[in-house]
C-alpha cells in the first residue's frame, strides 16, 4: 500500500541552527500537510501544500509531488520548535491522510 | 480556547465493554474525521465524513461506530472492546473534505 517515510526519527538542535526534516512517498501524492504536536496533545496545522513551496517565518516547506518527496526546513530554531513533527500526505485515489511516524525535534540552549 | 473539543480526555474500559468517544467542532467546518494512534505505530485514518454523511472507511472491524447527530459532532462508538483498541484517538475537521486538517487533543483510551 502507500506508504510516508519520515526521517530522521529524533533530530537534537541547537539554537540558531537549522535542519530539516525530510518525507518519501512510495507513490505519487496529491498534496502534503505538516503538523506539530503541542504539549496538549494536539496536532497543529504547519503547511498544507499541493506543490511546490511555502514559508512561515522560520519554518520553510516543499512539495515535490513528481519527485515523490517533501521537506520541512527549521531555521534559527528556538527552544518553543521542540516537540515531534508529523508530515502526512493524501494519495492521488483516496482522500484519507497518510501520516509518518514522526520526528522528535529537541532544541537546547 | 480549544475549537475541537474531545471528551473525555482518558478513558479506562474493561475488555468487552462498549464506549463513547465524543468529539465537537466549532470551526463551522463541514468534514470531520476519526483518527488513531497506537504505541509505536504512525497515525492512522479511520473514518471521514462530510456533511454528515461517511465518505471513507478504513476500519476493518465493525466493532468501530461513527455517529454524527449534529453537523459539528462526530462521535466514535467502540463496541465489544479489545486490549489492541488502546490507542489514543483523536478526531479532526476541515472546512470541506480536502482541506487542511485540524485536529482535536485526542483521548487516550486503555482497554484492561
Known amino acids: 500500500g502507500d506508504q510516508v517515510e519520515q526521517s530522521p526519527s529524533a533530530l537534537s538542535l541547537h539554537e540558531g541552527t537549522g535542519s530539516a526534516l525530510r518525507c518519501n512517498f512510495t507513490t505519487t501524492m496529491r498534496a502534503v500537510q505538516w503538523f506539530r504536536k503541542n504539549s496538549r496533545g494536539s496536532l497543529i496545522n504547519l503547511f498544507y501544500?499541493?506543490?511546490g513551496t511555502k514559508e512561515n517565518g522560520r519554518l520553510k516547506s516543499a512539495f515535490d509531488s513528481k519527485e515523490r518527496y517533501s521537506t520541512l526546513h527549521i531555521r534559527d530554531a528556538q527552544l518553543e520548535d521542540s516537540g515531534t513533527y508529523f508530515c502526512a500526505a493524501e494519495s492521488q485515489g483516496g482522500r484519507a491522510l497518510i501520516f509518518g511516524t514522526g520526528t522528535t525535534v529537541s532544541v537546547s540552549p | 480556547d480549544p475549537k475541537i473539543i474531545q471528551k473525555p480526555k482518558y478513558l479506562v474500559a474493561v475488555t468487552g465493554s462498549e464506549k463513547i468517544l465524543i468529539c465537537e467542532q466549532y470551526l463551522g467546518h463541514n468534514a470531520m474525521y476519526w483518527y488513531r494512534q497506537s504505541a509505536k505505530k504512525p497515525l492512522e485514518f479511520m473514518f471521514s465524513y462530510s456533511y454528515q454523511k461517511l465518505m471513507d472507511n478504513q476500519t476493518a472491524s465493525s466493532r468501530f461506530q461513527p455517529q454524527s447527530s449534529k453537523k459539528n459532532h462526530l462521535d466514535l462508538q467502540i463496541t465489544a472492546l479489545k486490549p489492541d483498541d488502546s490507542a489514543t484517538y483523536f478526531c479532526a475537521s476541515s472546512q470541506e473534505l480536502e482541506n487542511t486538517l485540524y485536529f482535536g487533543a485526542g483521548t487516550r483510551l486503555s482497554v484492561l
Open positions: 501544500l499541493a506543490s
